[in-house]
């Protein structure tokens, strides 16, 4: 069966990427509104996902990274930039902003450092609804362009949605890249013992700071894709929830996995529609069903697949340990 793993996952994984190609040419503006916000929030999930899940670093800002992409994408293209143009400054400005955020982290640790983030994340929502000279303040940003490509107008959502997924998945090989790199490496050595990596010669200094502003940077590529994609940003989609939904995204999905975003932000995006049939209990069911599976698996959905192919490696090893044994036995 193992010899045909691997082109049993290829065949699954273009089968997925031609599945979100052309379904979706079916589909309603409300449909494809959802699928988009879906790529958005994945990307924003996987810079927590970094951050978190790769290198163990506690964040509660990352919503506020995302308002500071969609402000800077929107501010810019209502005069007259063009959107690449303002998804790299997006990019840079989260990313220096989330460099300095690393820095409590080089201090203090676990629940404290999420305190400290969730004070950034405060202070972000505070200016993102006071300084009306800059962000619009309580009136928001309006009218925001959706951009054209070599002459192609990306006006109507599935042309848009074609840009979020195209985005989502440049972001997905540059992340599948540095996770398997010697960066992503030394993340993982982070997370797992932070003085054993320090005495094995890894600068856990600089990676602190770097899975800090890495995945920042990947949130302010969500956020500057989120404000075309809705054209209009005020404060409040930025505030605590939102980055409490993406903490939520990455633990149901399975933080530390590379499919655990997509899984993720699927849950907390698709499901809550997949189940308005239900009209008044939605939410009801939808917190009820992320609630049993937390706590039947802690680590997410891609965790219980982890548990199940390891328990089945382990009883294959065990199996031809057996025979291995009963040979041996048989020779003597």
Same mark, same amino acid.
């Not at 999905?253 to 499919?259: D, P, Q, R, Y």
């Not at 239900?278 to 802690?298: D, H, Q």
């Given at each position: 069966m193992s010899g045909f793993a691997k082109p049993l996952k290829i065949a699954l994984g273009l089968a997925v990427i031609i599945g979100l190609i052309v379904i979706p040419m079916n589909f309603n503006r409300y449909g494809l509104f959802i699928l988009s916000q879906w790529a958005v929030m994945t990307i924003a999930a996987m810079g927590l996902n970094l951050t978190l899940g790769y290198a163990g670093q506690v964040s509660l800002a990352q919503g506020a990274f995302v308002g500071i992409g969609a402000y800077a994408a929107a501010i810019m293209t209502t005069h007259g930039w063009p959107l690449p143009a303002a998804i790299v400054v997006a990019i840079i400005l989260s990313f220096a902003v989330g460099w300095v955020l690393g820095y409590p982290a080089l201090r203090v640790q676990h629940h404290y450092l999420a305190f400290v983030t969730l004070a950034f994340s405060t202070l972000a929502f505070l200016v993102f609804r006071n300084e009306s000279w800059l962000t619009g303040g309580i009136y928001g940003i309006s009218n925001i362009p959706r951009p054209h490509f070599f002459g192609i107008a990306t006006n109507k959502p599935l042309p848009f949605y074609y840009v979020c997924l195209g985005s989502l998945a440049i972001v997905s090989l540059a992340v599948w890249w540095l996770i398997r790199s010697p960066w992503g490496r030394a993340f993982m050595a982070l997370r797992e013992n932070p003085l054993r990596a320090q005495s094995l010669g890894i600068d856990t200094r600089r990676y602190t700071l770097m899975a800090f502003a890495i995945g920042s940077a990947l949130g302010g590529i969500a956020g500057g894709l989120y404000a075309p994609l809705t054209q209009y940003i005020d404060p409040v989609p930025f505030n605590l929830s939102l980055s409490l939904d993406l903490l939520m995204m990455v633990i149901v999905?399975? %933080?530390?996995?590379?499919?655990g975003p997509f899984l993720g932000?699927?849950? %907390?995006?698709?499901?809550? @529609?997949?189940?308005?049939?239900? @009209?008044? *209990? *939605?939410?009801?069911? *939808?917190?009820? %069903?992320?609630?049993?599976?937390?706590?039947?698996?802690?680590?997410g959905i891609l965790g219980i697949l982890d548990r199940t192919m390891a328990a089945r490696r382990t009883k294959a090893a065990s199996a031809l340990r057996a025979v291995a044994k009963s040979r041996l036995e048989t020779v003597q």
């Open positions: 999905g399975g %933080a530390g996995f590379f499919l932000a699927m849950i %907390a995006v698709l499901l809550p @529609e997949w189940l308005r049939f239900t @009209e008044g *209990y *939605y939410l009801m069911l *939808y917190a009820i %069903a992320v609630m049993l599976l937390l706590i039947w698996s802690p680590t």
